[in-house]
């Protein structure tokens, strides 16, 4: 594949910003295990790409030095392990078996310049990049060439968006060469993030482009359909307004094209509960204690209120439905299939043990109340200490929930006197000295945090198996211990009957081929 087939697309870069922005692009579109060729002259501005695109992935700080010497540069990024190579001191092609860049790597995005000077050994790349210098001046054209047409064309997609953000940014006074875009990290949604930064003042960008909805799989419906996933800008916005007039810390809408998908937020930094857990070199409980006190007594809060009425209900269908990726994911996963009979029966014991909830007022519950959407302010006061991000996929539901998300976390492990410790305050300060009321709400977190971890399980195999996103399988032990002690509690029986019955191996370690 060489640039001026019909695969490609070229690019007038009239500036080093505009070389950048290219840059930029092709970060949004890259995957885990894309391999991506830059060639050009001496000169012609490779690095000046490659440096952009790299920063584009970690921060717009990282130094991002010449591989000429040391050929590969590993960097950890956005979207996992990258190796930035430059093959233009190698004595020969074999050289690169030693480098290791001959070996196909699902798990990291490479990039290597001058790789024309290992022949034919690297195979073909996803992307082939050529650079051409045009005149004195910063000039470029720069022409892509794609593996597939369709990944040229999520590249074409990518420049015809861009128009239009760039459009939106002018409008919100957020555009020019003075200001540096980076891009953060999306986690497994689909939306794609930016940090702005003017002058030391900074912004986030939310760019959420509404896609196709997903395969049926009941009903004539799609899975983001049954479980309510949000699918477009309107719903966050709503959502997130209704918080702010709760007095819940989430982002300040700066501004917002709910149309076209682009939506400017106050930045709220980045000390997300996952890192400042991550930089706690104690081990005393008590030194993520206010970051958890202030996250509960958000929830308390939040859950003093009715749910609005434009919130979907998360009833017992839903619920099924969730957890259905246990079933449809991880089982496979371990080499064990369910029959239809069995799986009727597994959607039938969690429409009954919905049947728990009967009575209980339900509360706006975020469904994704963890570590990396939530940020420590210190420096604000009350609520507003703790920062809430995608809050999107709220519903109407048990109160339990959100503690469930809290407290028992994919990502960190959360002690168990601490955890003990903040579902007793939340009791406390909800139910008072209402004994049977505390003693139900237990009861619904043992429930719902089963029901929680069992749809995660299955969120994290196919994460990994569909998407290539394999770094959410180091998390997968929390979730089966996660799992196992939810089992334990009497209200768990029928799940664990089934268990028991068609999947009695299903928390062992895997055995055979993926």
Known sequence: MEPGDHTTLSIEADDVFATQRCANWLAGICQQGDTIFLTGELGAGKTTL????????????????????TLVQPYDTAKGPLFHADLYRIANAEEVFELGLSDAEAERITLIEWAERAEQLLGEPDFHIRIVHRGTDDRRRIDIAARTPARLQEL????????????????????????????????????????????????????????????????????????????????????????????????????????????????????????????????????????Y????????????????????????????????LFLDWYLPHQNIEVSAAARAQWMDIWQSIADIFTGTSPVCVLR?????????????????????????????????????????????????????????????RRFGDDAPAGENFRMQYAVLGLQRNLKIAGIFIRLAARDNKWKYLAHLPRIITYIEKNLRHEAAAPVRQWLTT????????????D
């Open 368 to 428: 994704d109340f963890h570590s990396v959407n939530l940020l420590w302010r210190p420096h604000k006061q009350g609520r507003h200490r703790v920062g809430v991000i995608d809050v999107q996929d709220a519903l109407a539901g048990p109160a339990a929930y959100d503690l469930v998300s809290l407290l028992q976390d994919a990502r960190i492990d959360v002690a168990d006197a601490l955890s003990t410790r903040f579902i007793g305050h939340y009791i406390a």
């Open 156 to 291: 074409a997609d990518m420049l015809r968006r861009e128009k239009s953000l760039l459009a939106f940014l002018a409008d919100a006074g957020w555009m020019g060469e003075t200001i540096t875009r980076m891009q953060i990290a999306g986690d497994a949604s689909t939306r794609r993030y930016e940090r702005l930064d003017r002058a030391g003042n900074t912004a986030v960008l939310m760019d959420w482009c509404a896609g196709p909805d997903g395969p049926a799989i009941f009903d004539g419906k799609s899975y983001s359909q049954l479980a309510h996933l949000a699918e477009a800008v309107p719903t966050y916005c709503r959502v997130s307004r209704h918080l702010a007039g709760l007095g819940i810390g989430v982002p300040e809408i700066l501004s917002a094209d709910e149309p076209r998908g682009f939506v400017l937020l106050e930045d709220l930094g980045t000390q997300t509960l996952d890192i400042v857990s991550a930089e706690d070199a104690s081990d005393e409980e008590d030194d993520l204690s206010p970051f």
């Open 502 to 513: 068609h999947a009695p191996d299903w928390a062992a370690p895997k055995q055979g081929a």
């Open 50 to 69: 490659a440096r952009a695109f790299i920063q584009a992935l970690t921060t717009v700080d990282t130094n991002v030095p010449s591989p000429s010497f």
């Open 293 to 324: 006190l202030e996250a509960v007594e958000t929830l308390v809060h939040l859950h003093g209120h009715a749910a609005p009425d434009f919130l979907h209900n998360y009833d017992g269908g839903v619920m099924a439905v969730e957890t259905s």
